[in-house]
């Protein structure tokens, strides 16, 4: 049969699949799976052939220009992969193969000169993936175990994906497995090097099995792909912050389901999500044997004035005498960075605060400056306040860098550093450590004698469901670094996370957490879509968030729940006002069709760019 008429995607936030007349030259060579360049709004773009026609409704077709893939760049599974990716996460079937594709491959340059040997997988399986979760205390038995699994994997001639939640990672991992062939290797997203791709079509071809990278290496196209390592599947990098906002968990559940592979799932705190897809039937939940986690104490600190005295509690100054004395180590974790975190005019009121963000400015003693803590915005501090021209700026807030100095002067016989993504290496020498959430990027080899929790209840926040979840993984990951005794201050001694981890019960927490969420219909109860608005005039932002909820509420499916229109967490980030809209519902297709279908009449004012964020 002559092909005549191809269906194209394209990368853009448009439907398809878009007709394409073929021409007589290219028609004995044109497939599904390839990659073509195709005229597009007056532009020639990638496209990708997803199928063949033979009539069209629309008269005048224009033509595939040119075909970019000597053999197809995507099989059958991909295709399933992505158009997968495209529904649940509402982008574009288009914009779902370009995040699949590597950097290399996203343009309309042909790429003759590699040879794609082998051809499109056809097999289809449909079963419930098969999950693991590997639960350990401590941290040292996983590896024991990740590399019995592995090895087992690779002696069989099946291929592993290993997903690390940051890049800094991967060395780390690959020397884990240095004793088993064939060896990992890296594939990292980011690069576009020739040779990133050559190393692409390794995978492709079978020649490299055992792949370790960050999120974007879900999408290594690995042959007979049999195993998916999630490490540290709490690690919040694991969602994507552009569209498409893709998990990788719920990636790699995705494709192990049309792939037929196993996921195994490493944590020692995993996501309330995660524990509860485990408890349900025929997944298997490895705890491995480790030893007892360290002591908690809880010290309440509501009939403490820490304006009037020092932010570190009697309990917690002595423990840390004990441990300077017996020549340990003590780690602070007190998640703010800089010195002051707030700075007001006593004359006027006015608070220094980010142009571009609407946030406090925090003052960096290390730097003498202003920052801004979401887009880095730099100043100086001001002398005189910019609304006033008074001369009554004042300073307060503690940061690492304030308690970093007040702890040394407190301790003048001890050794004090401090980490946060500011500073670089990790100290060398130290008997106190002031360190922020950072520091746990090195907990596989960070070991301390005590770990002083300074402020429990600033890392509870009640615009995150996910708070107390983050908080109860925290305290787990700062624990294992502890030998000794792990101290937390707080005025909410009764919060159910404190109360599970001082019962060393994950069974307490979770039973609570998911409860929880179970009566307000939160994931993993429900899917979240939020309908994300941004743009730099308020009022149009504003006004464009409620002409869509109105819509949305107009003729709204009961299984559907639209809530009220609200700023972001951020409502200002970067010179753009934030707005959204959150709708919820058990069925992600209904939510989705039904979404959908409102904002594709609506008429999105000129500068207003509308996002969907799904969650899970
Ligand atoms: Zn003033
Ligand atoms: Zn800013």
Redesign the pocket.
């Known amino acids: 049969m002559t092909k005549r008429i191809a269906q194209v995607i394209v990368g853009l936030p448009v439907e398809g699949p878009f007709d394409y007349s073929i021409g007589n030259e290219l028609s004995g060579r044109i497939a599904v799976g390839q990659r073509v360049c195709v005229p597009f709004n007056r532009r020639n773009r990638l496209g990708m052939v997803v199928g063949f026609k033979k009539t069209s409704p629309f008269k005048e077709l224009k033509p595939v220009l040119s075909i970019l893939d000597k053999d197809p760049s995507l099989g059958d599974q991909t295709l399933a992969l992505t158009r997968a990716i495209a529904d649940h996460y509402g982008c574009s079937w288009g914009e779902a193969v370009e995040t699949y594709l590597p950097e290399a491959l996203r343009h309309t340059r042909a790429v003759n000169e590699y040879t794609f040997a082998s051809k499109p997988m056809t097999s289809q399986k449909t079963a419930s993936p098969a999950c693991t979760l590997v639960i350990d205390e401590t941290q040292k038995e996983r590896w024991v175990y990740l590399q019995q699994r592995i090895k087992g994997v690779l002696e069989k001639g099946g291929g592993v994906i290993f997903l690390v939640p940051e890049a800094a990672l991967t060395a780390f991992v690959i020397n884990q497995f240095k004793h088993i062939q064939p060896a990992g290797v890296v594939l990292d997203g980011k690069t576009s090097s020739k040779d990133a791709l050559l190393r692409w079509h390794d995978i492709r071809d079978g020649k490299i099995r055992f792949v370790v990278g960050p999120r974007s290496a879900i999408f290594a196209p690995v042959k007979n792909l049999a195993l998916i390592v999630v490490y540290d599947e709490e690690n919040r990098s694991y969602k994507q912050e552009q569209t498409p906002h893709y998990h990788a968990r719920e990636v790699a559940l995705m494709r192990a389901k049309i792939e037929g592979c196993e996921v195994l799932f490493v944590s020692s705190a995993p996501t309330a999500e995660l524990w509860h897809l485990i408890s349900r039937k025929g997944m298997t939940k490895v705890a491995l044997k480790a030893k007892e986690m360290c002591p908690v104490q809880v010290v309440d600190m509501s009939n403490y004035n820490p304006r009037r005295s020092f932010i570190l509690s009697i309990p917690l100054q002595h423990e840390m005498e004990k441990t300077l004395q017996n020549g340990g180590k003590t780690l602070l974790f007190m998640n703010r960075r800089g010195f002051f975190t707030r700075t007001h005019c006593n004359q006027c009121g006015f608070t220094l605060r ?1 142009e ?2 609407d ?1 406090n400015m925090t003052y960096l003693y290390s730097k003498k400056k202003m920052v ?1 803590r ?2 880095q ?1 730099e100043n100086n501090l001001p002398k005189v306040c910019p609304q006033c021209q008074g001369s009554y700026l004042r300073s307060t807030g503690r940061g690492g860098e304030k308690l970093e100095s007040e702890v040394a002067r407190v301790y003048p016989q001890a050794v004090v550093g401090r980490y946060d993504k500011d500073t670089g290496a990790l100290p060398a020498k130290f008997d106190i450590l002031i360190a922020t959430q950072a520091v746990l990027r090195f907990k596989e080899d960070l070991s301390v004698d005590l770990v002083g929790f300074v402020q429990f209840d600033a890392e509870l926040s009640h615009l995150d469901f996910r708070s107390a979840q983050r908080l109860f993984t925290l305290i787990t990951q700062l624990r294992q670094c502890a030998r000794g005794k792990m101290v937390i201050q707080t005025r909410m001694p009764d919060n159910y996370v404190l109360l599970s981890v001082k019962k060393n019960s994950y069974t307490a927490f979770y039973r609570q957490e998911l409860n929880l969420r179970k009566e307000v219909s939160l994931p993993p109860y429900a899917y979240l879509v939020s309908v994300c608005l941004r743009g730099r005039k308020e009022d149009v932002v504003f006004q464009q968030a409620h002409d869509i909820f109105e819509r949305l509420t107009k003729n709204k499916p009961a299984s559907v729940a639209v809530g009220d229109p609200r700023p972001d967490v951020l409502p200002k980030l ?1 010179d753009q006002y934030r707005y959204l809209i959150e709708v919820k519902g058990k069925s992600l297709e209904k939510i989705m069709h039904y979404v959908k279908n409102v904002l594709k009449d609506f008429r999105r004012k000129h500068n207003t760019i509308i996002t969907l964020d799904v969650d899970p």
């Open positions: 980010c571009r963000c946030a801004c979401h887009c915005a970067r």
